[in-house]
T-cell receptor
Framework: GDSVTQMEGPVTLSEEAFLTINCTYT??????LFWYVQYPGEGLQLLLK?????DKGSNKGFEATYRKETTSFHLEKGSVQVSDSAVYFC????????????FGGGTRLMVKP | SQTIHQWPATLVQPVGSPLSLECTVE??????LYWYRQAAGRGLQLLFY??????ISSEVPQNLSASRPQDRQFILSSKKLLLSDSGFYLC???????????FGPGTRLTVL
């Protein structure tokens, strides 16, 4: 079946550091890929998405590129801020799975001033 | 634009008491609707999803149930809560071209 694997956290960085959160997936067909962010005590917000190979999703300084050859969708940001502290979820929607999403386990990011 | 509401925001209930959580969506029609549970520090567990009024699919066996009495209303219920039902309950909807889901603010349930 479909699956998403994320690096386990927590990831602790100093402000202005470079961020990478790894995400790899297994899916049949050509899935759409998403990153969601969850701030403390809140629901999930869609951060960015990519719907086909080599697409780059970007939002709020975050980027992720759909790499079909490595089945990866790593999240990156060049300079993190304290306000980026949150849990980040990678997810996929397989083309044959209707509107169902498969989520990774989430990665907690803590940014220290 | 579309918005999704959940209430209550927080709830503290004794073991064995009933439960009713409500989710409503505005600004869209015939959405797919989902209930997830998130235990403390854990990932998301899909509980139920619905593709239309009265159509409910359950992903895991449990003492919870879901209903969809109206197109944009999704209710999560229990007749008797267990301690293990504590968690953060999230409602979501989808209907976009790429199956992305949009989440509500969540309800934090504590069962004592």
């Amino acid at each position: 079946g479909d699956s998403v694997t994320q690096m386990e956290g927590p990831v602790t960085l100093s402000e202005e550091a470079f961020l990478t959160i790894n995400c790899t997936y297994t899916a049949t067909g050509y899935p759409s890929l998403f990153w969601y962010v969850q701030y403390p005590g809140e629901g999930l917000q869609l951060l960015l998405k990519a719907t086909k190979a080599d697409d780059k999703g970007s939002n709020k300084g975050f980027e992720a590129t759909y790499r079909k050859e490595t089945t990866s969708f790593h999240l990156e940001k060049g300079s993190v801020q304290v306000s980026d502290s949150a849990v980040y979820f990678c997810a996929l929607s397989a083309s044959n799975a209707g509107n169902m999403l498969t989520f990774g386990g989430g990665t907690r990011l803590m940014v220290k001033p | 634009s579309q918005t999704i509401h959940q209430w209550p925001a927080t709830l503290v209930q004794p073991v064995g008491s009933p439960l009713s959580l409500e989710c409503t969506v505005e600004g869209t029609s015939n959405p797919n609707l989902y209930w997830y549970r998130q235990a403390a520090g854990r990932g998301l567990q899909l509980l139920f999803y619905s593709v239309g009024i009265g159509q409910i699919s359950s992903e895991v066996p449990q003492n919870l149930s879901a209903s969809r009495p109206q197109d944009r209303q999704f209710i999560l219920s229990s007749k008797k809560l267990l301690l293990s039902d504590s968690g953060f309950y999230l409602c979501a909807w989808s209907g976009g071209s790429y199956n992305e889901q949009f989440f509500g603010p969540g309800t934090r349930l504590t069962v004592l």
